[in-house]
């Protein structure tokens, strides 16, 4: 696949996040606003994960039958189209309406990683996955700051330049993004998913629930033990977010040509097992520290478990193995800051040492999964 094609579909997906990542800076007090309480805050904030964790098989799926880029598109106007109605909401049902839609289009990024799949050979796919990750952390770190600035204007202000943006993104798509010419027409049905598969996604889960456990109770332990307020903690994960993007950049395909995509992404599990609990236990400094390395080793992770999915069966199916990924990812998403938190209050450390655990399994599972039949048949037809 030309070059440029490919970084058609990473800023593709980058201006995607970068759009749904503007309006979280407001978002709560937009919802405060609008009547919600602590707990329908949460229920705010899980519908995206919620309607992710159903719709992004389906997504998928989808894109095996009907082509990479319709699917694609369909999931940018779905966005643009979410983050107006968000802009527009005047009660909080229609702001948890308008999050769940956009959660249901979020699956964008499972087609985007079948689309580099299907178009770049076997040797440069963990590299094009790298990039993609590259692409998500850094809308992570760039759009809530844009939201910051556009904050003083409102939420709406947010929520409208956010759907501008998506437009504007969809817009440039549907000129500039063919569908990759590698891509194979799946057959009507499939079977349920294999070993190799269940495994892959049961990686995924166990780090992103690791990871959003740190992520959820790091605000608290930063203001309890360290005297953190909103900037330190902002620039805290703003650190995290970069080591995760700088390992993304490059390192991460160098270690995968050396050791291969399972070996990595194992390494990268055992490495957040053993900076997990090391983040409360020390001085604010460690605690940084430990966090940037544990969000480098969840770099190490991410797209060498993509890669391994999409080598984890035939290639016209590779849209669903990728979405079943990402539902797995969304489903840590709903469940991890909730076990954080009730791990956080019967003890600081609980948490962290839960996470460390999960890792852990995680690294096995991960190599588990390489010595599956599916994967070295996958691996061996998309050669």
Known sequence: MRRPV???????????LLGFTVILPSLPFFAADLGATGILYGFTVTAYSVAQFLAAPLLGRLSDLY???????LALAGSALSLALSGAATSLGWLIAARALAGAFGGSISVAQAYLADAVPEER???AMARLGMAIGTAFVAGPALGAVLA??????????AAALAAANLVAAWFLLPEPPGRRRAPGRTGPPGTGVLLLSGTGFLTMAAFVGMETTLAFLGRDRYGWGPEAIGLAMAAAGLSMAAVQAGPVTLLARRWGDARVAAAGAVVMAACLPV????PAWLCVLAVCVLSAGNGLVTPTVASLLAAAGPPDRRGARLGAGQ???AFARIVGPAGAGVLFDAGVALP???GAGLAGLAAVTVLAARNTDALSVGQQESS
């Not at 490919?6 to 995607?16: A, E, G, R, S």
């Not at 003083?152 to 330049?161: D, E, I, K, T, V």
């Not at 983040?279 to 020390?282: E, F, I, K, L, T």
């Open 352 to 354: 962290y040492v839960a």
């Open 279 to 282: 983040v409360p236990a020390g």
């Open 67 to 73: 082509g990479r880029r319709p699917v694609l598109l």
């Open 327 to 329: 539902s797995a990812s």
């Open 152 to 161: 003083p204007w409102g939420f709406q202000a947010s929520a409208y330049a």
């Open 6 to 16: 490919q970084l058609v579909i990473v800023l593709t997906v980058f201006i995607d």
């Open 125 to 127: 796919r963990t590299a």
